[in-house]
C-alpha cells in the first residue's frame, strides 16, 4: 500500500510540473506589437523597467508598444514600461503609425539568397535582448532597428552602451 501512495505522490508531481509548464508556455508566448512614429528611422530600445510609470499595455492578448509616446535619446527611441515582458517568447509585428491610428506593416528584412532586396524599402532588422552590465534585476533591454538597406549602417543599433549608460542600479534614469 506504501508504494502506490509514492506512485500516486510522484504523478502528482509530475503532472503539477507539466500544469505549471503549460501555464508558463501560454503566459509568455503573447504576441507583440510595436507602433512606431511615421517615418521614423533608427534604433528603438524597449526597457523592463520595474519602476516605469506606465505598465505595458495588453489589448487582445497583444502587447502593445508604442513608440510614439518614447523618449529620444542619442538619436534612439526608448520606451520604458513597468513588468516582465522582454523574455517571454512571441511574435513581432512593426507598424507605422499616424496620429489618427492607421497602422501600415513594416517588414522584417527578408534572407538576401530567397528574395530580392529593395535598397529604398524600410525593414526591421533582428532585435537583440540582453541586460546591463552589472547582471541586476529589471535591467533587461530589448533593442531593434528600422531601416532601409541603404542606410542601415549609420545606426549604432548594437547598443549596449546605450543600455548600460540608461541603467543605474534597478531602474534606468
Known amino acids: 500500500m506504501k508504494i502506490f501512495t509514492i506512485i500516486g505522490a510522484i504523478a502528482l508531481l509530475i503532472t503539477g510540473y507539466f500544469c505549471i509548464l503549460l501555464f508558463l508556455t501560454l503566459y509568455y508566448t503573447k504576441d507583440a506589437t510595436y507602433l512606431i512614429p511615421e517615418n521614423y528611422q533608427g534604433p528603438l530600445m524597449l526597457i523592463e523597467d520595474y519602476d516605469a510609470k506606465d505598465s505595458v499595455e495588453v489589448k487582445d492578448n497583444e ?14 527611441l526608448v520606451l520604458r514600461q513597468r513588468g516582465l515582458f522582454i523574455e517571454g517568447s512571441f511574435y513581432k509585428k512593426y507598424y507605422y503609425t499616424d496620429s489618427l491610428g492607421n497602422k501600415t506593416r513594416i517588414p522584417d528584412y527578408p534572407d538576401p539568397d ?5 535598397s529604398n524599402q524600410v525593414y526591421v532588422y533582428s532585435s537583440i535582448t540582453g541586460r546591463n552590465a552589472n547582471k541586476k534585476p529589471y535591467g533587461v533591454y530589448n533593442t531593434s532597428l528600422i531601416a532601409t538597406p541603404k542606410n542601415r549602417e549609420r545606426y549604432p543599433w548594437w547598443m549596449t552602451d546605450l543600455a548600460d549608460s540608461l541603467f543605474t542600479g534597478r531602474t534606468c534614469r
Open 63 to 76: 502587447f502593445v508598444f508604442d513608440f510614439r509616446k518614447a523618449l529620444v535619446f542619442n538619436k534612439s
Open 114 to 118: 530567397e528574395v530580392k532586396i529593395d
